[in-house]
């Protein structure tokens, strides 16, 4: 298997209302069936109106939505606080983000990063007759680990994970407890092309595996559950 990581470039600002399968229509990239399209966070939450004004002179002051928006707060550290959202992810100031954003506004998670990517997915076969895979990506920092990368927040059209235990590895032995998330990965991979600071907003995976594709599963599928974490 090999694969592309395609930027889709002439997207522009993205901003409430817009519809973001039209967008990406409209662009100059050439999407295939079978393609997975990877849509950042943040135009996923500007088209869905989840913008809330701040005050641009207080640093701070997005600090109660941080509130908020969690349900357990699990660590501060001087202005950081490491929370649990209402979607189960745990990440800092409970996914709330001031980057690429206007000032004085702050953007938080959509309500339903699931039933965002099933919007433009389903948009996207029904108006322009092309049958893709969609993942919604953001940027986490992980525990023990420094640097941040991409995952998903959001899927359709695509397996959240693929469980291989049962099958063999290379050496023949039986995998135990292999589960694969692979729509973290995709969403890695699309960053690498995408960036932090290009103003790409959605990139194409292509060449993934048939196998994954279908009525696809959901984020949700990737939380672990509180009963398995070791670290609650």
């Known amino acids: 298997m090999s694969l592309e990581v395609l ?27 079978g393609d997975c399209l990877v849509i950042t966070q943040k ?12 005050d641009p002179d207080d640093p701070l002051s997005h600090k109660p939505l941080v509130e908020r928006e969690s349900v357990r707060i699990l660590r501060r550290r001087g202005e950081l606080i ?16 001031l980057s690429n ?29 092309v049958d893709v895979a969609i993942v919604i990506s953001d940027t986490f920092g992980r525990p023990w680990r420094r640097g941040v990368t991409d995952i998903a ?8 994970i693929a469980d291989l235990r049962g099958t063999t590895d290379a050496l023949g032995r039986e995998l135990m407890v292999t589960e694969v998330a692979i729509v973290d990965e995709i969403a890695a991979a699309a960053d690498l092309v995408m ?8 990139a194409i995976v292509r060449g993934l595996e048939p196998e994954w594709f279908g009525r696809g599963g959901v ?8 009963s398995e974490d070791l670290f609650r």
């Open 43 to 54: 135009v996923v939450s500007k088209a869905e109106g989840r913008l809330v004004d701040i």
């Open 153 to 160: 927040i959001g899927c359709a059209g695509i397996k959240a």
């Open 101 to 129: 954003v206007e000032r004085g506004q702050a953007a938080l998670l959509p309500v339903d990063s699931d039933r965002s990517a099933r919007g433009v997915r389903d948009r996207l076969k029904a108006r322009h007759g």
């Open 7 to 33: 930027p889709i470039t002439g997207i522009g600002e993205v901003r409430p209302g817009d519809d973001l399968a039209e967008l990406i229509a409209a662009s100059d990239a050439k999407i295939l069936d």
């Open 219 to 226: 984020v949700d599928e990737i939380i672990r559950d509180p």
């Open 195 to 202: 960036g932090k600071s290009k103003g790409i907003a959605v």
């Open 82 to 97: 490491i929370s649990e959202t209402e979607h189960g992810f745990v990440c800092a100031n409970a996914g709330i983000d």
